[in-house]
T-cell receptor, first 116, second 112 residues
Framework: GAVVSQHPSWVICKSGTSVKIECRSL??????MFWYRQFPKQSLMLMAT?????????EQGVEKDKFLINHASLTLSTLTVTSAHPEDSSFYIC????????????FGSGTRLTVV | QKEVEQDPGPLSVPEGAIVSLNCTYS??????FMWYRQYSRKGPELLMY????GNKEDGRFTAQVDKSSKYISLFIRDSQPSDSATYLC????????????FGAGTILRVKS
């Protein structure tokens, strides 16, 4: 099946610094990729939809200047958490929608961000 | 009212039991329905996907969609301890580039 590779899987950073998370589709071209955030014991919350070669579409309440998304190629999307603060600590997951899965996304393995 | 309702559980069953997981939804535009399995601290894994109403079987898993009732189900036969995870239903109105709307997830525990 389709594979989405996400790195890093775990990162700790100091408050005020920026962190970049990479999401790569390994065996399909991802025109669209989706970024989610998940708090412990909660479901996934869609943050933004990234489209190759254009600006991302952010969900209501998501700060576009804090969560910078770049989708420069059909296989790579990045999420940069700028000026991170402890409240940004969470589990971030990316996904793509490869063909042949009836609308089902393939998710990356997730990135656990801890801001200290 | 949420677009997708799913009982969060936890649901605890003995090994070998048949498990039934369910979701209801309110948006009649949904046409594509999926079930994901998520282990702790991992990304969700696509288990089953179906289009419109009907049944689909894959090994020990059977997915059912009843659009007239706005109700979807996932059945797991001969449940194993390795099936212990959170199961999320998801649905969308289109096949590509469309937002998936997720249920809250049901925690399943299969006891050996």
């Amino acid at each position: 099946g389709a594979v989405v590779s996400q790195h890093p899987s775990w990162v700790i950073c100091k408050s005020g610094t920026s962190v970049k998370i990479e999401c790569r589709s390994l065996d399909f071209q991802a025109t669209t990729m989706f970024w989610y955030r998940q708090f412990p014991k909660q479901s996934l919350m869609l943050m933004a939809t990234s489209n190759e070669g254009s600006k991302a579409t952010y969900e209501q309440g998501v700060e576009k200047d804090k969560f910078l998304i770049n989708h420069a190629s059909l296989t790579l999307s990045t999420l940069t958490v700028t000026s991170a603060h402890p409240e940004d600590s969470s589990f971030y997951i990316c996904s793509g929608d490869p063909p042949g899965q009836g609308g089902g996304y393939t998710f990356g393995s997730g990135t656990r961000l801890t801001v200290v | 009212q949420k677009e997708v309702e799913q009982d969060p559980g936890p649901l605890s069953v003995p090994e070998g039991a048949i498990v039934s997981l369910n979701c209801t939804y309110s948006n009649s535009a949904f046409q594509y329905f999926m079930w994901y399995r998520q282990y702790s601290r991992k990304g969700p894994e696509l288990l089953m996907y179906t289009y419109s109403s009907g049944n689909k079987e894959d090994g020990r898993f059977t997915a059912q969609v009843d659009k007239s009732s706005k109700y979807i189900s996932l059945f797991i036969r001969d449940s194993q301890p390795s099936d212990s995870a959170t199961y999320l239903c998801a649905m969308s109105a289109g096949e590509y580039g469309n937002k998936l709307v997720f249920g809250a997830g049901t925690i399943l525990r299969v006891k050996s």
